[in-house]
């Protein structure tokens, strides 16, 4: 990815006379506060993303904890099914 440029980098790389910079100022404040809100946009988004990425890593290892509490559960379901079915017939009065 290239490196971003700035109206600065841009106003220095074509060589704007000072004449040239005065006539273009509307345009050229109007790109810094641009670049200023952009960045500010970019470091909102950054943290925005660290943080959802930390919250998708707690849910992962949630959904992990389910998964393993949910192989305990059936096991011990299955073990109680195999002892009913084994279990003797009772008398039972009602």
């Known amino acids: 990815m ?3 440029k700035t109206i ?3 106003i220095r790389e074509k060589g704007l006379s000072p004449e040239e910079i005065k006539r273009h100022r509307d345009l050229i404040e109007e790109c810094r ?3 200023s809100q952009i960045r500010d946009y970019s470091r909102a988004t950054h943290e925005s993303m ?3 990425t930390e919250e ?3 849910l992962g290892r ?3 904890e389910l998964w ?3 192989q305990r559960l059936a096991s011990r379901v299955h ?3 195999l002892r009913i079915a084994q279990a003797p017939e009772r008398k039972t009065y009602h």
């Open 2 to 4: 290239k490196p971003v």
């Open 68 to 70: 393993q509490e949910a």
């Open 56 to 58: 998708l890593e707690k």
């Open 33 to 35: 506060q641009r670049e």
């Open 50 to 52: 660290r943080r959802m």
């Open 79 to 81: 073990g109680i099914q």
């Open 8 to 10: 600065d980098d841009l």
């Open 62 to 64: 949630t959904a992990g």
